[in-house]
Nanobody, 123 residues
Framework: QVQLVESGGGLVQPGGSLRLSCQAS????????MAWYRQAPGKLRESVAH???????NYTDSVKGRFTISRDNAKNAVYLQMNNLKPEDTAVYYC?????????????????WGQGTLVTVSS
């Protein structure tokens, strides 16, 4: 139904920047929220930033002032600009989307995850 493909991960030195991109494709009526999560080695997956279709944006405290989430609804895409990266930002970053789809005359509200992109912050 909906597929998410992330790109933009890589190796960067502390203090550097990266921009992650996530493109949605497939069959759906509309996308509601799009978000970025991350999972560091040995840790649980955590929310990084959420961007709802209403325009509401939320960040986890550890990235406030350094990361910026943005959306291009015409392209069904979401981005994460990450500045002043720290070693503790090292993780696999996952794109997430909540979307509406009509199936056999009924509306459904579903969730989809991307495959993840690795961000490594190290000198």
């Amino acid at each position: 139904q909906v597929q998410l493909v992330e790109s933009g991960g890589g190796l960067v030195q502390p203090g550097g920047s990266l921009r992650l991109s996530c493109q949605a494709s497939g069959t759906f009526h509309s996308i509601d929220a799009m978000a970025w999560y991350r999972q560091a080695p040995g840790k649980l997956r955590e929310s990084v930033a959420h961007h709802r279709n209403s325009g509401t944006i939320n960040y986890t405290d550890s990235v406030k002032g350094r990361f910026t989430i943005s959306r291009d609804n015409a392209k069904n895409a979401v981005y994460l600009q990450m500045n002043n990266l720290k070693p503790e930002d090292t993780a696999v970053y996952y794109c997430n989307a909540d979307y509406y789809i009509e199936v056999e005359g009924e509306w459904r509200y579903l969730e989809v995850w991307g495959q993840g992109t690795l961000v490594t912050v190290s000198s």
